[in-house]
């Protein structure tokens, strides 16, 4: 269930924020004052640590002057924001901020700048500080589409210039909208320029979360398998058609396949886990705890996510924009394959599901991500369309605000280990023979075909793509990078 902050939260905890906004916005400041303000304010109110923060305790300042003094110590508003964490990198690993808005409300929805060529990057065996880079997957209708790019391809320069791990940034993702890629042999780790050099463009793109839908017949085994990429409201209608065809089809097995699913909504992580069920209409996915203002000020039933046989999407308006039964499949037992990529959105999928059904995972760690966020903007109540929405920036905040757990109050910061935290097997990618996503050519996917079929773990030689660090990925580069986020809504 899509998850909204009530009108009696905007009502208690806001009411003073409106009379400070009000006697701020009578005051002359700068624009920059204004924006320090939106994010303490922001911070104060809803950040999950807020009282670990000396700076954002309710007494911190005692009038405006002492306040001002205090952030203009700070060179931009990130630098201010980044202050306010606890423990960043350590115990607060994932809250951000932006500077367009706009930008992180597209990527919400799988809208960004891109030329469709989805990647990971990854340390030489026998270097340091070289890195290369592997295509994942390509979007359809892209720029990279058009230019034959493929799964599998690997490169190592930009521009002519060697990846390292201190100027990929710049190269891969910075202004540029045209770029080079310069491609390579694989030898083992250690690429070599193969003489085959590609321009791309970036344009911007809605990606399909939806990647690959489609049934296996293994003997008498009807296997569903689906390539879900991001947890995007937009897609749910699309998620649930996929689900109407597995059910149409009569399969006893699915497959999720996680691996590249950095997060993303709560509420389509809960259609998800509803699909895949269906016998625990109504009982408990998962539960949120957020800080201590939050929750003294709305019922406990707010803070929980239930298992639910209905699609019911709003807009900011509260407008209904999707209506529709979830097609559920009543499994008992759901194989997911994961990587170092899956995180957030898709470990709830995992979490929550492992309360009620037997749960398998083939692949690697997982990332660990626990929390979520929400959206805070600069207007009287911290959103989008909330009054008085300051239009002289487009700095918004994705602070962390809750910690979630499935209906055991478990979860797992640490991550989820295929055969450790849960049965399954270990298994990396390996990035000189990636195969066909959806086909048996797929390591990954082949592997979990057989443990479906056979029972049998197996031992396999993995050594070639563990001796190897992933470092970035693509989508780390977006806004949401392994966001999970719950919607404000007035």
Not at 178 to 199: C, D, E, L, M
Not at 254 to 272: K, P
Not at 275 to 281: A, E, H, K, S
Request: hydrophobic share 35%; charged share 15%; with cysteine.
């Amino acid at each position: 269930m899509k998850k909204h902050i009530a009108s009696l939260l905007l009502s208690i905890i806001f009411i003073t924020i409106s009379c400070e906004k009000k006697e701020i916005d009578s005051l002359d400041v700068p624009t920059s004052d204004k924006i320090n303000k939106f994010i303490w304010t922001g911070m104060n109110t809803y950040y999950l640590w807020q009282k670990d923060v000396p700076v954002l305790a309710d007494n911190r300042f005692g009038n405006y002057e002492d306040f001002y003094s205090y952030f203009r110590g700070f060179s931009s508003p990130e630098t201010a924001f980044y202050s306010l964490l606890n423990q960043p990198g350590v115990v607060d690993r994932f809250s951000v901020m932006v500077d367009d808005y706009v930008a992180l409300e597209n990527s919400f929805q799988g809208i960004s700048l891109n030329s469709g060529m989805e990647f990971g990057l990854v340390r030489y065996v026998n270097s340091s500080t070289q890195i290369f880079g592997y295509v994942r997957y390509v979007l359809p209708n892209s720029d990279a589409a058009n230019k034959n790019i493929s799964r599998g391809m690997i490169f190592n320069t930009v521009n002519g210039t060697q990846l390292t791990d201190s100027n990929f940034g710049n190269l891969l993702f910075g202004e540029n909208s045209v770029y080079t890629i310069g491609f390579a042999n694989y030898n083992n780790g250690n690429p070599t320029s193969n003489g085959i050099s590609i321009s791309l463009t970036k344009t911007q793109l809605q990606e399909n979360p939806i990647a690959v839908s489609k049934v296996f017949t293994e003997g008498t085994k009807k296997i569903g398998y689906l390539m879900y990429n991001q947890f995007s409201s937009s897609f749910d209608g699309e998620l649930n058609t996929a689900f109407a065809n597995f059910k149409a089809e009569n399969i006893n097995e699915l497959i999720v396949d996680l691996r590249y699913n950095g997060g993303g909504s709560v509420q389509s992580a809960t259609y998800l886990g509803s699909m895949i069920t269906g016998q625990f209409n109504g009982q408990l996915y998962s539960k949120e705890v957020w800080n201590s203002k939050v929750l003294s000020a709305l019922p406990a039933s707010r803070f929980v996510n239930n298992f639910t046989n209905q699609i019911r999407n709003v807009d900011s308006n509260g407008n209904v924009i999707l209506n529709q039964s979830i097609n559920s499949l009543g499994l008992t037992k759901v194989y997911f394959i994961v990587s170092s990529s899956t995180a957030s959105a898709s470990e709830l999928v995992i979490n929550s599901l492992s309360a009620y059904i037997d749960v398998q995972l083939v692949g690697n760690k997982t990332v660990g991500k626990q929390v979520g966020s929400i959206t805070l903007y600069d207007s009287d109540n911290l959103l989008r369309n909330g009054p008085n929405l300051n239009t002289n920036h487009t700095y918004a905040m994705q602070p962390i605000v809750l910690e979630i757990s499935n209906k055991d109050n478990e979860n797992h910061p640490e991550g989820f280990t295929p055969g450790t935290s849960l049965p399954g097997v270990l298994l990396s990618e390996n990035f000189g023979n990636l195969g066909v996503l959806g086909e048996r050519s797929d390591p990954l996917l082949d592997r979990t075909l057989t443990l479906i079929t056979t029972g049998a773990k197996g031992i396999f030689d993995t050594k070639t793509s563990l001796v190897q660090e992933e470092i970035f990925n693509s989508k780390l580069a977006t806004p949401t990078r392994n966001n999970m986020y719950v919607e404000v809504k007035n």
